[in-house]
């Protein structure tokens, strides 16, 4: 682990490296961090880099029930690829879904997944990449 820190009562983040996350999760898995809560990410355009933030916790320990884990990494924009956490979590599935769609994430040790929220035949930037440009042709204004 990079770094860990305190965020509020009951919240705790570590940042890790990338080639670290399925490492990462097995671990936290072991210690009954048994659910995702969510996988977002955060787009850092002027530096080159994307974070990828889970949200975890526990259901099967009560006393860890009342902790958030976050757990944060980062990915190239150019090459935003990151293992998959289904083996660890399959709940995860979706949220990796949606980031993929998002965000333009890359869960490589998976087979291809299929679109969840945009068309299949979407192109283009990823809609929430601050990148991502409206398209308005075609569109009276």
Excluded: C
Aim: hydrophobic share 40%.
């Amino acid at each position: 682990m990079t770094r860990v820190l305190l965020t509020k009562q009951n919240g705790l983040s570590i940042t890790v490296d990338a080639s670290k996350i399925l490492e990462t999760a097995h671990l936290l898995k072991n210690l009954k961090f048994d659910h995702v809560i969510s996988v977002t990410a955060t787009d850092y355009p002027e530096e080159n880099r994307i974070d990828v933030i889970y949200h975890v916790s526990s259901f099967e320990d009560l006393e860890l029930a009342k902790t958030i884990l976050e757990i944060r990494t980062t990915v190239s924009r150019q090459e935003p690829n990151i293992h998959t956490l289904v083996a660890v979590w399959p709940s995860i599935e979706f949220l990796e879904r949606e980031t993929t769609d998002l965000m333009g994430i890359n869960f490589g040790g998976r087979e291809a997944m299929a679109r969840l929220l945009l068309p299949e035949d979407f192109e283009g930037e990823p809609p929430l990449r601050k990148s991502y440009t409206i398209r308005t042709e075609g569109i009276d204004a």
